[in-house]
């Protein structure tokens, strides 16, 4: 039986429970618009409002949401204020609430929750943009947002509740010119003249609050912008008689670093958890209704390959900016979500990996690779150092990887079976692979070189190669063993022109080969496969390559080859030799 079609009303798209707005009636995606209020009014907007009511059940809560970048965090936070916020400035007089009539928060409880739109005083801060190579820089910038904040309730200055001490203290704050101290007691400030403004508790949205936390790390005032923020958000969300709730967004949950370490109040939700699984992210039913409603139902599939994957709570999510950006494309797949910002995270992971880490990478770069690995959401920068693990619970945050084992979530000793999402991410690590050992081979032109002898067949080539890599690139002093040969290789051979990612150690024919290049096109590629040894003497290689490749055909490592054959090496090292034995067969 066919599914039946979604319906297009009164400005709302409804296909089962999924609803899509676009009251302007034109299909535009909001692709790097995250102001709610314009997207509502001009764009397509995915119903995320059940949000709110998330957020008003747990009652005088503060809640941090931990999603990766590009997740819907920052168009979700503009969503609460303009559902909240009591209208100020250009604004003053004007309600919203017509944007969110005939989407599901308007109608969740035969209306319950609308009695709480426009009815409060909203404080809200982006942290993204305080991004500071110094502590004073920070201070600086800091400075400069809480007195955009206060400008944009500049109508506290008139307000007949406040004292003239309460008018000054507001007003230096608001000028930039309020001291450390002042600034450190600026949140708390603003909530407490709000509320006596309007008589009514105040909803504190802060966006980003991880951002100048990870800038610091890296430029070396960690302690000093963490020792800040604690003071000003512990100061403003712990027994605050002005505050009704607050919403935090944020990459990485900071919580061991102790700017949370007094708030009993604190609710936090990570991807493990299933509380507001499907608020962050596109649901399998959500593409689908969208692909239907712009006309592109035939593309989910391809969508889903792409940007499907993750797992957060109990609901497999897709990128949402990928989706929005491959549908805007006219569905053109490309690697959207890693264009958006630095992948600092995964590159640093890369380009210091040790062998025992690379082969851990390599695992997960295979098709329905993973590894096992436990997740401490409560990340902790400085334990990279002293507990390398800690960087698997970074990039599962960070959104590089996944698991489909969410139960019990507060549990840092379990086990959990970590794997890259889909082929936008798989596609991030092959690139950082290859740029490492682009280095490692003297250049991308050197190991473009490499690519072409080796799948054409070329030994002599090929040799000349990778005796380059290892007589310029490679220390003498990594090069000591099989196992380093062999994480040599594979990263040298990620982004071959025409295959996959390389295979490690996989049962073939009779045995297990070492390394094996799959072509995506088994009739116009041959498949590939490498044997290699390490010989103790350079005068042993020649030798020991031919009886690597002998061992290859003996033990028919590579009897799946298609019809465009295959191509068989084996290969010895001894220090910085190797020697290149070849057939095509």
Known sequence: MAEAAGVFEDGVFRKGDVRLSDRAGNKILPIGNDRFASVAETSVFIDKTM????????????????????????LNLSMLQRFFEIPVGVDEGKSYADLFEGLAIWDARDGHYRAHQGAYPVVRFTLNNLKSVSYPDFISWFSDAVAEECNRHDYLLESDRLSEFDKDAFGQLASGRAEIGQLGRSLLRLTILLQQHYGQSVVVLIDEYDAPVMAAHESGCYDEVVSFLKRWLTGA??????????????????????????????????????????????????????????????????????????????????????????????????????????????????????????????????????????????????????APQAVWSMLYLAGYLTTDDTALPGDVDRLRPLRIPNREVAKLYASEITGRFAQVAGG??????????????DAVAFAEELESVLLNCASFHDLVSENSYHMLMMGLLFNVP????????????????????????????PLITFELKHAEQPTDLELAARQALAQIDERAYDAAAGAAGSIRYGIAFAGKSAAVACEVV
């Open 498 to 525: 025409g295959y996959s990612a390389p295979v490690s150690n996989r049962e073939a024919g009779r045995g297990r080969f070492d390394v094996q290049l799959t072509p995506a096109d088994p009739a116009r590629n």
């Open 444 to 457: 991308r032109d050197a190991l473009d070189d490499l690519h072409r002898a080796l799948v054409s067949g």
């Open 51 to 74: 949000l709110i009511a998330d957020v008003l059940d747990k009652g005088p809560a503060v809640t941090l949401f931990c999603r990766p970048r590009r997740f819907g965090k920052s």
């Open 237 to 386: 969300l712990k027994s605050n008689d002005a505050l009704a709730f607050a919403v935090l967004t944020g990459v990485q949950r900071i919580s061991k670093e102790s700017i949370f370490s007094d708030l009993n109040n604190l609710q936090v939700d990570t991807p493990l958890n299933v509380a507001s699984d499907e608020r962050f992210g596109f649901t399998q039913a959500e593409v689908e209704a969208l692909a239907e409603y712009v006309g592109s139902a035939s593309s989910v599939s391809q969508a889903r390959e792409w940007y499907d994957g993750y797992r957060f709570g109990d609901v497999d999510v897709y990128n949402p900016w990928s989706v929005l950006n491959y549908f805007g494309n006219g569905c053109a797949p490309d690697v959207y979500w890693g264009n958006t910002s630095s992948n600092s995270v995964l590159g640093g992971l890369v380009s210091g990996a040790d062998d025992k880490m690379l082969k851990r990478l390599y695992v997960l770069a295979e098709p329905d690779g993973a590894v096992r690995a436990p997740l401490d959401t409560r990340v902790v920068f400085s334990d990279l150092a002293v």
